[in-house]
């Protein structure tokens, strides 16, 4: 029983370090654009107001296709993960704990 909490605490430590190790930078990069907003040089175009409006509906059809798209890799890097754990043994599994642990303070100080 002792050992299932520990296996169990040691998934929940490994997903709470998890933005450490896959960070989510890829959201970032999409989110960074402005809803609504044309794409860079756009502007400078002379679009008329329907193509600009066009150009904005096909934005958002293809930023929510996207953002399903990244919700989908986030899962499956968080199943990987898991299927990658349960091939270490306890003490690798202890091991790399602690070591995400120490590197987990590091890399907040960079942000």
Not at 51 to 66: G, H, T
Not at 79 to 107: F, H, N, S, Y
């Amino acid at each position: 029983m002792k050992r299932s909490f520990a296996l169990i605490g040691v998934v929940v430590i490994v997903f709470a370090a998890s933005g450490v190790l896959f960070g989510d930078d890829q959201e970032k990069a999409v989110k960074g654009s402005k809803a609504g907003a044309l794409p860079q040089n756009y502007s400078k175009l002379g679009l008329s107001d329907d193509q600009k409006k066009k150009i904005r509906e096909v934005r958002a059809e293809y930023n929510s296709k996207i953002q399903e798209l990244e919700d989908q890799i986030k899962e499956l890097r968080k199943k990987e993960k898991v299927a990658m754990e349960d091939v270490l043994t306890d003490a690798q599994r202890a091991r790399l704990r602690e070591l995400v642990l120490e590197k987990a303070p590091g890399e907040r100080d960079k942000k």
